[in-house]
């Protein structure tokens, strides 16, 4: 999520596969790369470490109580957080993770079928580079909207690897499963009722951004991912591999989001920012590079059916303290997002 200057940042320029400049093991980046604009220098805190929720507990009687005040500690303190026995099978993350890196390992030439087109943000390459001035991220990416079915543009779904749609099909159900549970918990959290919230996941929309982080010969000067919160509900991601990359601002230092084998790591978005008046906030995050291993994530954007008006809950409301943010429609809450003033954040645009 680069900030670039243009009106609007619903489309995206070509530039070059990062995949590509990685092979060519060049001794420094590309000026384009170059990122000494960036404070890399804050220093994470390395025992910190992200809270791990499991969900077992959450749904045993036994241990309910318990395991939501350290979820609603988790979303107080983090806005993100690592959930394990989440229901999805080993066997299925595996098989999403080898497509995923099976596409990334295919010809450029065999990738750039799926490319994104002028207007649209699906597809294989960059997101929202919007002027040939813009710094870049070591990134390359393939992002596609999987849910509901009508919202699927299978022009961009890669036929090759073979599996890959169907493999793509069936993880977009297990995410929307997983999300579903989880906002109710999330929201049970709030006090709030967890049902009426987590039925408008159950006919939300999800949207898939694949990401490929190659080695980089200056991992220091660049960055993988700009720092950003999600616009989203919630974001559920996988790590493909144990290579770190993730990291998540606490109280103003960077901290490390370790691999967890199995885990599913879920950040809170602003939507869930706003729906909770406050009380969670949507974790500024980023992603770092190394300088010898390609780093892959898969990366779920979870929102509410697009019906539902996004603002404060009204319990929260009524319960004494005055709305922070204003209720738009869905069409609204794009709209903001897409034609926003780039000097204010987005969020702070949508309080009152
Ligand atoms: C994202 C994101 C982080 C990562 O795609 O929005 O935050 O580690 N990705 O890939
Ligand atoms: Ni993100």
């Known amino acids: 999520m680069a900030l670039a200057p243009s009106e609007s940042l619903e489309w995206s320029l070509p530039v070059p596969s990062v995949q590509e400049l990685a092979i060519q093991k060049l001794d420094k980046v590309p000026l384009r790369y170059v990122r000494d604009d960036l404070d890399q220098t804050t220093p994470s805190n390395p025992s910190l470490r992200v809270p791990l929720i499991d969900m077992n507990r959450l749904v045993n009687p036994e241990f309910h109580e318990k395991e939501l005040q350290k979820l609603h500690f988790a979303c107080q303190e983090w806005g993100v957080f690592q959930i394990i026995n989440h229901g999805v099978s080993d066997e299925s993350l595996s098989k999403m993770r080898q497509q995923v890196q099976e596409f990334f390992d295919l010809p450029l030439q065999e990738k750039k079928r799926w490319a994104q087109k002028p207007g649209s943000l699906e597809g294989y390459g960059q997101a929202f580079v919007t002027s ?187 319960s004494g303290s005055p709305p922070v943010y204003k209720t738009l429609t869905n069409a609204e809450y794009f709209h903001s997002f897409f034609n926003r003033k780039l000097e204010v954040s987005f969020i702070d645009s949508l309080k009152i």
């Not at 159900?173 to 999330?186: K, L, P, T």
């Not at 967890?194 to 982080?213: H, L, P, S, V």
């Not at 790590?239 to 199995?262: A, S």
């Open 132 to 318: 040939e001035e813009q710094k870049l991220e070591w990134n390359d990416m393939i992002f596609l909207k999987t849910l509901p079915l009508q919202d699927r543009s299978l022009n961009f779904w890669p036929k090759n690897p073979q599996e890959f749609r169907k493999t793509l099909e069936s993880y977009s159900e297990d995410m929307r499963n997983v999300a579903v549970s989880i906002v109710r918990f999330i929201t049970m959290g709030l006090g709030l009722e967890a049902q009426k919230f987590c039925d408008t996941f159950k006919e939300g929309t999800y949207e898939i951004r694949m990401n490929c982080y190659p080695p980089c010969p200056e991992p220091e000067r660049v960055i993988g991912l700009n720092p950003h919160a999600d616009i989203s509900g919630i974001t559920l991601l996988l790590e493909c591999g144990d290579t770190p990359g993730l990291q998540v601002l606490k109280d103003e230092h960077w901290v490390n989001v370790e691999p967890v084998n199995g885990a599913i790591v879920v950040n809170l978005g602003n939507i869930m920012e706003i729906i909770s008046n406050g009380n969670y906030e949507a974790p500024d995050h980023r992603a770092v590079v190394n300088n010898s291993k390609q780093r892959m994530s898969i990366v779920t954007f979870c929102y509410p059916n697009p019906s539902v008006d996004i603002g404060p809950a009204e319990k929260l409301i009524k």
